[in-house]
């Protein structure tokens, strides 16, 4: 194909440029850039701002280490269950993003995960409280129930984040990943359900 055979076709209203060949200077300016923020940053931003009066009270003991199966199969995780596998491989970018808010915002990470933890202690007593009546124990009230208490408290994540001024441009689509990976992140964690025994 010779330089005689290009041809630009431009029918049509056109607010863009379009150059053939340019051999001088093109000006072009921006009237609306969007900038696009990391989605779990955002999420981690609008909790610690929405956390930032939780009164915090120092961890006691350590933790059992766990596998993530053992605890989606110890609170019978159904729904949820691929999901949680599926978004496990950015507990690291999670983990990365609430340190970085910690630097700047002392004990942020405590309080942000605090408020996950009492948004499910929430969540799990008024699943409880549906249920008193029946003769289940609460584990297996919980367990009948996983899906719907991480619905519960992910609708809660994101409530709070919609209602923080920290989202600029960001599209719902795109925030409901990132608080689905946060949610993960939080249920690893052992923010959300029960710790397996």
């Not at 209203?13 to 051999?23: C, F, H, S, W």
């Amino acid at each position: 194909m010779t330089k005689s055979e290009y041809k630009v076709d431009n029918s049509g209203d056109n607010q863009g440029v379009i150059v053939g060949q340019n051999t001088g200077t093109i000006n072009l300016s921006i009237q609306n850039v969007i900038k696009i923020p990391s989605l779990i940053s955002t999420v981690v931003q609008a909790l610690g701002i929405a956390c930032a009066t939780e009164d915090i009270s120092p961890k006691i003991g350590t933790p059992k280490e766990y596998k993530p199966d053992e605890k989606i199969e110890y609170n019978c995780v159904i729904r949820y269950k691929y999901v949680i596998k599926e978004f496990a491989t950015y507990y690291s970018t999670c983990e990365s993003y609430l340190n970085a808010y910690d630097d700047s915002n002392i004990r942020g990470k405590a309080r942000i995960l605090k408020c996950v933890h009492l948004w499910y202690l929430d969540a799990k007593g008024e699943i409880l409280s549906e249920n008193k009546d029946t003769d289940k124990s609460d584990i297996e009230v919980i367990r009948q129930n996983s899906d719907r208490i991480i619905d519960m408290v992910k609708d809660r994540i994101f409530e709070t984040v919609i209602n923080s001024k920290e989202i600029d441009s960001v599209y719902i689509e795109n925030l409901h990943l990132g608080i689905a990976c946060f949610t993960c992140f939080c249920f690893m964690e052992c923010k959300i359900l029960e710790k397996p025994l």
